[in-house]
């Protein structure tokens, strides 16, 4: 099993940052490739950002791209999620996500955290 805790969210005004963490524990669960999604009220749970541990191989929404960077710590088991010039449609419960051999695709992924919520007032 793999547990996802994330962290980090908050009230920020558009154009700022945030820093999302996940703290992963579980057994191999660097061999996981992580994501982040996030889900706005009455909306599809949306993909952000996919990446693996090391860093590398990384693919980034269009919507998000240039704007967001994820990486990762292996001595400390945590990814983060950088998101710079912060717009209201990025308004969100963020959520981390583990799974094997997976890309952009939500149910592809095996284990979630219980997600942040980022608020983006404009």
């Known amino acids: 099993q793999v547990q996802l805790v994330e962290s980090g969210g908050g009230l920020v005004q558009a154009g700022g940052s945030l820093r999302l963490s996940c703290a992963a524990s579980?057994?191999?669960?660097?061999?996981?490739?992580m994501g982040w999604f996030r889900q706005a009220p009455g909306k599809e749970r949306e993909f952000v950002v996919t990446?693996?541990?090391?860093?590398?191989?990384?693919m980034y929404a269009d919507s998000v791209k240039d704007r967001f960077t994820i990486s990762t710590d292996i001595a400390k088991n945590t990814v983060y999620l950088q998101m710079n010039r912060l717009k209201f449609e990025d308004t969100a419960a963020y959520y981390c996500?583990?799974?094997?051999?997976?890309?952009?695709?939500?149910?592809?992924?095996?284990?979630w955290g219980q997600g942040t919520q980022v608020t983006v007032s404009s």
């Open positions: 579980g057994r191999r669960v660097t061999s996981y490739t």
């Open positions: 996500a583990a799974g094997r051999g997976v890309d952009s695709r939500a149910d592809e992924y095996e284990y």
């Open positions: 990446g693996r541990w090391g860093g590398g191989s990384t």
